[in-house]
Every structure is written in structure tokens, then in C-alpha cells.
């Protein structure tokens, strides 16, 4: 499975984007990126997932590198709620063998 | 509304006792899966079930063990509990073709005294 790289820490001021990115140099070809959160004293919470295109729901927006070696999760405007460890983490699709491994994350500090 | 329960939410123990935390979801979701998070640390999987009468061991070894007997409850059981299990237990579930898209319980703080 690739390995993925996060800074433990940022911060971003409340209302502005905050962007936080991970490093997946050794991805493969059918290995998706997935995005989780964790809020302090809450489970996990998925955010989105993506394979080489960008996507973008409700919550986020991820970019990913035409090469694939890099990804970035984008909160187009933070608020203090979003105040948590961010988790990327790389995987194959719906394999039933594999199961989620949440690393150290990137620790991210919405401030007023 | 669909969802994903744990009850207790805080639980403290003294040493010996045997403990159940509880897990059910209403998702009707066949995979589920028990974590251990200590406070500012990573989350380690310690057990998972592909369905009913399915129980698996996770990544890290724990000395809890599970039961699934009914597709909605996940109940994790420790026979006697030592403080060296004071942790967060965080259950979860998904679909079995999309398991990396989790939906997780608010989690259990243990401690054990």
C-alpha cells in the first residue's frame, strides 16, 4: 500500500481556505485517495475520495496532481467546526482484504 | 435517520470487572469494525466482521473479543478488565463494497481504575 506524507500541524484563519496537502509518491495505478477527519472526543468522519480526476461535494474539494503523487484537500471556507486531524489515506477501491490505517494525519487549527 | 450508536459514552471500571460496550447501526450495513484511538494517537483496528457469525482480528491485538449475531449489533467484551485498557473505542461500519468509506459511532472512553 502507498504511504502518505502530511505536515502535523496548520492553522488557517476562520473564513479563508484552508488547504492541506498530502504526498502519495508511490501510488499506483487502482489506489484511490481517501480523505477523513476526526473533531477532538468524536469517530472519524469520511470526507471524499478521488482516483485521478478532481472532485468536490458538500464538504470539500480535492485536487490531485496530474501524476498522482500529491493530493490537496480543500475547505473553501474554514470555520472554527473545522477544527480537527485531517487523515489521507491511500488505498485500493472496495477491496474487501484491505482495511482503513489512519496515520498520524495533519492537525488543523481553524483560528478567529 | 440512519445512524451509528455506542452507549456507554464515558465508562469507568474498576480492575477485574468484565465489561460490553455496546455498537449498533441502523444503516443496515454488513461490515463493521471495532477501533482503539488512545488520546492523541493514532486509531488501531482490532476487530471486524464481514456479516452475521463473522468475527475477524484486526491489526493490533487486543484481548477483547466480539460477537455478531445480528447484523445491526457489534457488542466488544472484555472479560476482565485492567488499566491497561483505559483507551477510546471507536466502532464503525460500511457497505462491503465500499469499505473505505466508514461511517463511525462517537466512541467509548474507558478507563479502568
Known amino acids: 500500500d502507498a504511504k502518505t506524507t502530511q505536515p502535523p500541524s496548520m492553522d488557517c484563519a476562520e473564513g479563508r481556505a484552508a488547504n492541506l496537502p498530502c504526498n502519495h509518491s508511490?501510488?499506483?495505478?487502482?489506489?484511490?485517495v481517501y480523505w477523513y477527519r476526526q473533531i477532538h472526543s468524536q469517530g472519524p468522519q469520511y470526507i471524499i475520495h478521488?482516483?485521478?480526476n478532481n472532485e468536490t461535494n458538500e464538504m470539500a474539494s480535492l485536487i490531485i496532481t496530474e501524476d498522482r503523487k500529491s493530493s490537496t484537500l480543500i475547505l473553501p471556507h474554514a470555520t472554527l467546526r473545522d477544527t480537527a486531524v485531517y487523515y489521507c489515506?491511500?488505498?485500493?477501491?472496495?477491496?474487501?482484504?484491505?482495511?482503513?490505517?489512519f496515520g498520524g494525519g495533519t492537525r488543523l487549527m481553524v483560528k478567529p | 435517520e440512519a445512524d451509528i450508536y455506542q452507549t456507554p459514552r464515558y465508562l469507568v471500571i474498576g480492575t477485574g470487572k468484565k465489561i460490553t460496550l455496546e455498537c449498533s447501526q441502523t444503516?443496515?450495513?454488513?461490515?463493521m469494525y471495532w477501533y482503539q484511538q488512545d488520546p492523541g494517537m493514532e486509531l488501531h483496528l482490532i476487530h471486524y466482521?464481514?456479516?452475521?457469525?463473522?468475527?475477524e482480528k484486526g491489526d493490533l491485538s487486543s484481548e477483547s473479543t466480539v460477537s455478531r449475531i445480528r447484523t445491526e449489533h457489534f457488542p466488544l467484551t472484555l472479560e476482565s478488565a485492567r488499566p491497561s485498557h483505559t483507551s477510546q473505542y471507536l466502532c464503525?461500519?460500511?457497505?462491503?463494497?465500499?469499505?473505505?468509506?466508514?461511517?463511525f459511532g462517537p466512541g467509548t472512553r474507558l478507563t479502568v481504575l
Open positions: 464503525a461500519s460500511s457497505e462491503p463494497d465500499r469499505v473505505f468509506e466508514q461511517f
Open positions: 508511490t501510488i499506483s495505478g487502482n489506489e484511490y
Open positions: 478521488g482516483l485521478k
Open positions: 489515506i491511500v488505498r485500493v477501491k472496495d477491496n474487501a482484504g484491505n482495511m482503513l490505517t
Open positions: 444503516m443496515g450495513h454488513d461490515k
Open positions: 466482521s464481514y456479516g452475521v457469525n463473522s468475527t
